[in-house]
């Protein structure tokens, strides 16, 4: 029989493994530990969750702190318990993946010193876990993204079909066959095709797309371009 | 800048949605409550995790010590944080779904008081948010099952295929079309047909089939007799 008199208690700590999306590929916002353990180590954005809060509401916390922003997509990830996860107490860490659109990105200035965004393939070294838990977050992306319109929470609102195709490529890390992208886009109607060009690319420029919200559940249709064990691996 | 004498600890338990399977349905294992909060009403079963041990490990003995077994299905389901989610003192609680062959259940004699199965529509009031795990859990099985041979974690290890169905019904709560069933488990290859057979149900009997272990990358067309709805709802 247990009662809560018996009982140990645990820091517990929310981590957050944000993505953003630019015309070089996927990053991550880092910050740099400013406490011992891993003093001036970089980690992934995250702290205490308060006596007043749930877990929820400090990751959206965090993420608003370093973006300025609080409307981000995020899903609960993982919780990470095992002993000795971390140096000096024992902490849980209830982990979190949260997906920007960069354009309405704006970091605050107090922030400015002590957080970074870094390309996913150029990483520093993390602290603890740290690496352990963007591997967790990547897995769930694509299992997610194989099944759901998960990844147009990284576009802009307007975006060009290159922009989409890109965007998929580096989160798969695999080539695509573009012009099966481009039936099964068509099949699935989940774009729609705004008058305007994006004519940063090329003289003739390349039509802007955005979502075609009442035909999302037709995504399925648009997913099955992601290989098989994409959809099995989580 | 945080540092960890400033923060505040939390209690820490895990909660554990432990389903089976018998040819009356789906069941869940409940545990009635020694100690207030909640004393003598129904609950998921679980426990306070200790300092030495992981949530995982905590859960695992949560499980092994209602069932003997320690070899049962698990995965984390959710954290649950919110404030106030019990009376008297905050606590966290890491969830995890499980799934037991039955036939390898056996019920410890000292836990026989205050532990029982319960038809998942026979079920008693729930303490606390645990009808919300509970939830939880039935969405979670279903989108992993409509992707992954899950279910037949429920299953014994041979089996015949009006059992199959019928677990398939009951999860998914609606009625399969049979022919299209059996039509995808031929082309799936994902059994293997034994020689015996169960002769309870009819004179005739029925054939008993096994998991073909080699063949369970090929689930997914199996899988798709689920309805897309149930590849998408989490």
């Known amino acids: 029989m247990s009662f809560y008199s018996d009982q140990k208690k645990f820091f517990f700590a929310v981590d957050c493994v944000l993505f953003s999306y630019n015309d070089c590929g996927?990053?991550?916002?880092?910050?740099?530990?400013?406490?011992?353990?891993?003093?001036?180590?970089?980690?992934?954005?995250?702290?205490?969750?308060?006596?007043?809060?749930?877990?929820?509401?400090?990751?959206?916390?965090?993420?608003?702190?370093?973006?300025?922003?609080?409307?981000?997509?995020?899903?609960?990830?993982?919780?990470?318990?095992?002993?000795?996860?971390?140096t000096t107490q024992r902490t849980i860490s209830l982990t979190y993946f949260a997906l920007i659109k960069i354009q309405e990105y704006k970091q605050p200035v107090e922030k400015e010193d002590c957080a970074k965004w870094f390309p996913i393939d150029k990483l520093p070294e993390l602290i603890a876990e740290h690496a352990k838990i963007l591997e967790f977050a990547k897995e769930r992306i694509k299992y997610r993204a194989a099944k759901q319109p998960l990844l147009f929470e990284l576009l802009p609102d307007k975006f060009t079909i290159l922009?989409?195709?890109?965007?998929?490529?580096?989160?798969?890390?695999?080539?695509?066959?573009?012009?099966?992208?481009?039936?099964?886009?068509?099949?699935?109607?989940?774009?729609?095709?705004?008058?305007?060009?994006?004519?940063?690319g090329s003289r003739r420029g390349a039509f802007y797309f955005k979502l075609n919200e009442k035909e999302l559940n037709n995504f399925n249709e648009f997913g099955n371009i992601v290989p098989l064990k994409y959809h099995l691996s989580m």
């Open 163 to 200: 922009q989409l195709h890109t965007l998929y490529e580096k989160v798969f890390n695999i080539q695509f066959d573009r012009r099966n992208i481009d039936r099964k886009l068509k099949q699935s109607n989940i774009l729609v095709k705004l008058p305007e060009k994006d004519k940063a």
């Open 26 to 86: 996927l990053n991550i916002l880092l910050s740099k530990r400013m406490y011992e353990p891993f003093k001036d180590k970089w980690s992934l954005v995250g702290g205490f969750v308060n006596e007043n809060e749930s877990a929820e509401e400090a990751a959206k916390q965090v993420l608003k702190s370093f973006t300025a922003n609080d409307n981000i997509y995020m899903e609960q990830l993982y919780a990470f318990t095992d002993i000795g996860r971390e």
